[in-house]
């Protein structure tokens, strides 16, 4: 397992890690199999989606604050219930197939982290599973 | 890993593809492991539901809709926003377990494509690594 | 694969099942891989939040039942339809890191049976893969 550290700079916000997770692939050495990407925080998740057009981030981050707003008569004292919310929607944890070597994604797709209670320092977890 | 092309004719919809993700874990002769269901676009997902009526699909498709309208003042050019967020909400890729070369799954569930800027052609990718 | 067995008490509730996990993964005997949880129901899911506040489920509950709403003009006959759109939102299944024979968390997080359609007698399925 490898970890990485990103730090965010913005209430919420998606950040590419897509790079991340390919270092991991390569420094593993693994031929076939899957690779786990997990985030260990209950206020962040990590999502897969394009990474061409940075305005699409920014309508996901817009319509995700609008369907789970910050404010809502939460009993949780600290005050991000919203971001625990959001982190359960998207999810902590990914799963992406290896071979020969290399992550197997779609042309348009990258590996994103998904900031939710920020600006914090994150943990980025990943392992690839050697698949027989 | 195997490659199913599916083609949609709508442009929100489920389709099993049950009987795909069971074919590759038949090719692979894996006894035992986790079968790894990933889609690598951005404006689709998978997920696993009920199968037995289609009105369950239809339903979530119509509360998909709702919750992520297809116009809100998006950023994002080619107007398919809302798809994207969709695909993140749901998400492209998934875990099944394998045991004695059978994928386990609940007695309703099946796994689906869900298609949220069709109708196009898709791919689904299918893997099933040897856990040990 | 372990099977466990957990009662719900309520409609929509959060049950922490990461005793349950730990469990699993200690009687697996696997040092180094990926432990998949899986719910094999399609009005329930799995995820990982905070167990530290219980203020912080019943958040997420009354949330999730804002955005998915019990009755909207559904078509599925059995009127659960709210629960089936709200488990393909969170999930039935997670993946989850296991290093030197322990699961790979953060501090805060532990594994949620959540609970869309009960009470019910829910089935939860674990299966540890050696990574190689």
């Not at 929607?89 to 042309?107: D, E, H, P, Y």
Request: glycine content about 8%.
């Amino acid at each position: 397992m490898k970890e990485y550290i990103v730090k965010t700079s913005s209430r919420t916000e998606m950040i590419d890690i897509g790079h991340l997770v390919e270092d991991a692939v390569r420094y593993s050495g693994v031929e076939n199999g899957v690779c786990t990407v997990f985030v260990p925080h209950t206020t962040a998740a990590v999502t897969i989606n394009e990474n061409a057009d940075p305005s699409v981030r920014r309508d996901l981050m817009m319509e995700l604050n609008k369907i789970v707003p910050y404010t809502d008569n939460y009993a949780h004292r600290e005050g991000n219930s919203a971001a625990h919310i959001k982190s359960t929607l998207v999810g902590c944890s990914l799963s992406v197939i290896v071979q020969s070597g290399k992550l197997q994604m779609g042309t348009w797709q990258s590996v994103f982290l998904c900031e939710f209670d920020g600006p914090r320092s994150r943990k980025v977890w990943v392992y690839i599973g050697a698949g027989g």
